[in-house]
């Protein structure tokens, strides 16, 4: 048992360092491809619309608004949905339309559930007052730099692309659970869409996602996936299936997560774990060989502590902290060795949400009891 547990460590210390390889090329590969961009000539560049749904204030709003409308871009829009007027950012916003009454920003106000994806409900609201054709959907704790349209736009030159995702660095951790959050989003999220997309698999992710409007329309439109938890990864397959090629860009853009409690943490991996089992099994069942700091434990507990044990155990730690610190130096995410001390005993909080969806398919997402079904198909749960 305990040779088992020791290769299993092995296989996944050595993915985990092949892992900031990869994210490091990636990270690289973004500036040399700004180092090459040629001079744009500004009237190619197409009006974007950006929708932003809201729900509520998050710790950093104000500022993550603010870092789209100050865009280095010539036409763009921002439409920022509610589904509920009585939501506190619609204050809040008002306030920068006040602001920067030159800036394009509209308010979208729809309380219209068309299924149980409370994000899509929102989106289907905003699309009826956005202008353009080109869209991006980005979530209302993104944070992104000046050039972060400029960026993400210069892909379409290439007709064959529908979609555009990026990779997110978490940042602004205060409590305990918005560290453990970004630790994870700064190491284990990073690192597999990374290595999926070095392998020709391009995973996007809902925080920041470039299309145009007709193409989606032409898919069945996002009105297709209200019932989905898992929106994002099936836009993007539906893209592929209809002969698109989706990009996952290496432009980093920052997730702001502040005042997370350890609750929100595990509620939302939780929520994670259930949707990558239902999308795919076998690779859910891979993941179990890449936690190798809780196979350390697992492994001195078999071999009844020895002191070899313990030392796999320091060496494991060691490790991981090490590499978060590398990686989060890498992202220039804000996140220290004092703070990526907490990486191990986050990975040992993430093994104990890895068999909840194996035993349960139920969850409670923004109020509704749900079941988590094939490509995440969400249907009504009795309690």
Same mark, same amino acid.
Request: with cysteine; hydrophobic share 45%; aromatic share 12%.
């Given at each position: 048992?305990?040779?088992?547990?020791?290769?299993?460590?092995?296989?996944?210390?050595?993915?985990?360092?092949? $892992?900031?390889?990869? #994210?490091?090329?990636?990270?690289?590969?973004?500036?040399?491809?700004?180092?090459?961009?040629?001079?744009?000539?500004?009237?190619?560049?197409?009006?974007?619309?950006?929708?932003?749904?809201?729900?509520?204030?998050?710790?950093?709003?104000?500022?993550?608004?603010?870092?789209?409308?100050?865009?280095?871009?010539?036409?763009?829009?921002?439409?920022?949905?509610?589904?509920? *007027?009585?939501?506190?950012?619609?204050?809040?916003?008002?306030?920068?339309?006040?602001?920067?009454?030159?800036?394009?920003?509209?308010?979208?106000?729809?309380?219209?559930?068309?299924?149980?994806?409370?994000?899509?409900?929102?989106?289907?609201?905003?699309?009826?007052?956005?202008?353009?054709?080109?869209?991006?959907?980005?979530?209302?704790?993104?944070?992104?730099?000046?050039?972060?349209?400029?960026?993400?736009?210069? &892909?379409? !030159?290439?007709?064959? #692309? $529908?979609?555009?995702?990026?990779?997110?660095?978490?940042?602004?951790?205060?409590?305990? $659970?918005?560290?453990?959050?970004?630790?994870?989003?700064?190491? &284990?999220?990073?690192?597999? /869409?990374?290595?999926?997309?070095?392998?020709?698999?391009?995973?996007?992710?809902?925080?920041?996602?470039?299309?145009?409007?007709?193409?989606?329309?032409?898919?069945?439109?996002?009105?297709?996936?209200?019932?989905?938890?898992?929106?994002? &990864?099936?836009? $993007?397959?539906?893209?592929?299936?209809?002969?698109?090629?989706?990009?996952?860009?290496?432009?980093?853009?920052?997730?702001?997560?502040?005042?997370?409690?350890?609750?929100?943490?595990?509620?939302?991996?939780?929520?994670?774990?259930?949707?990558?089992?239902?999308?795919?099994?076998?690779?859910?069942?891979?993941?179990?060989? !890449?936690?190798?700091?809780?196979?350390?434990?697992?492994?001195?507990? /078999?071999?009844?502590?020895?002191? !070899?044990?313990?030392?796999?155990?320091?060496?494991?730690?060691?490790?991981?902290?090490?590499?978060?610190?590398?990686?989060?130096?890498?992202?220039?995410?804000?996140?220290?060795?004092?703070?990526?001390?907490?990486?191990?005993?986050?990975?040992?909080?993430?093994?104990?949400?890895?068999?909840?969806?194996?035993?349960?398919?139920?969850?409670?997402?923004?109020?509704?009891? #749900?079941?988590?079904?094939?490509?995440?198909?969400?249907?009504? *749960?009795?309690?």
């Amino acid at each position: 048992m305990n040779k088992l547990v020791g290769i299993i460590i092995a296989i996944g210390l050595a993915y985990y360092i092949i $892992g900031i390889a990869v #994210v490091m090329i990636k990270v690289h590969s973004v500036r040399i491809r700004s180092g090459k961009r040629k001079a744009v000539d500004e009237s190619r560049l197409p009006p974007v619309s950006i929708l932003k749904p809201v729900n509520g204030i998050d710790g950093n709003l104000y500022e993550n608004l603010l870092s789209f409308i100050n865009q280095d871009y010539p036409q763009f829009e921002i439409v920022v949905g509610f589904q509920s *007027a009585d939501d506190p950012a619609v204050e809040l916003v008002d306030r920068l339309r006040h602001e920067f009454p030159d800036r394009k920003i509209q308010l979208a106000i729809s309380d219209r559930k068309l299924g149980y994806n409370p994000k899509v409900n929102n989106i289907h609201g905003m699309m009826p007052l956005a202008s353009y054709d080109f869209m991006v959907i980005s979530d209302s704790n993104v944070i992104v730099d000046k050039d972060y349209l400029r960026s993400n736009i210069s &892909y379409f !030159e290439d007709g064959d #692309v $529908g979609l555009v995702s990026n990779l997110i660095k978490g940042v602004g951790g205060k409590t305990l $659970g918005a560290l453990f959050e970004n630790l994870h989003l700064n190491s &284990y999220i990073i690192e597999n /869409v990374s290595m999926a997309s070095m392998v020709g698999q391009e995973i996007p992710i809902g925080k920041s996602m470039f299309f145009k409007k007709s193409q989606l329309d032409s898919l069945g439109g996002i009105y297709e996936f209200r019932n989905y938890l898992a929106e994002d &990864y099936l836009i $993007g397959r539906a893209y592929e299936n209809h002969g698109y090629r989706v990009i996952v860009s290496p432009y980093l853009i920052s997730s702001t997560n502040h005042s997370w409690t350890l609750k929100k943490f595990m509620n939302r991996h939780v929520r994670w774990a259930q949707l990558r089992w239902n999308l795919n099994k076998p690779a859910y069942f891979g993941e179990l060989f !890449e936690n190798f700091p809780f196979w350390s434990i697992v492994y001195a507990a /078999v071999t009844a502590f020895s002191y !070899e044990s313990l030392f796999v155990v320091l060496l494991c730690w060691a490790a991981k902290i090490t590499g978060d610190s590398l990686m989060n130096a890498v992202l220039d995410s804000g996140i220290g060795l004092k703070e990526c001390l907490w990486a191990p005993v986050k990975d040992l909080f993430i093994a104990v949400t890895w068999p909840v969806p194996v035993f349960h398919s139920k969850t409670k997402w923004r109020g509704n009891l #749900v079941k988590i079904t094939k490509d995440t198909l969400l249907l009504p *749960a009795e309690k």
